[in-house]
């Protein structure tokens, strides 16, 4: 099993920044990609961006390119969303999400952290 700990979130004024983390743990060596999702109430979730835990392939949402940027840290089990520029738009719920060997959707999803920007 694989565990997923978001945190970072928290109040930020436009244009600010912030980082938001997601470490894993449990059987890690199965995780075939990692993303992060966000969701508002009322609202579908809404993917942000993904990657290949390998480090090749890394996308994004149209709304959030140019300004979020995924990276990870494998020794550390850990994947970042660096957000600059944010946006009142962008306030969520931001949660982390992997993918495991032959799994075809994101199975393994964190708590989620809380982002608010404020105008």
């Known amino acids: 099993q694989v565990q997923l700990v978001e945190s970072g979130g928290g109040l930020v004024q436009a244009g600010g920044s912030l980082r938001l983390s997601c470490a894993a743990s449990g059987r890690t060596v199965y995780i075939d990609s990692m993303a992060w999702f966000r969701q508002v109430p009322g609202a579908e979730r809404e993917l942000v961006g993904a990657t290949l835990w390998s480090g090749h392939g890394t996308h994004y949402a149209d709304s959030v390119k140019g300004r979020f940027a995924i990276s990870r840290d494998v020794a550390k089990n850990t994947m970042y969303l660096q957000m600059n520029g944010l946006k009142p738009e962008d306030t969520a719920l931001y949660l982390c999400?992997?993918?495991?060997?032959?799994?075809?959707?994101?199975?393994?999803w964190g708590q989620g952290t809380r982002v608010t920007v404020s105008s």
């Open positions: 999400a992997a993918r495991t060997h032959r799994r075809t959707e994101y199975t393994v």
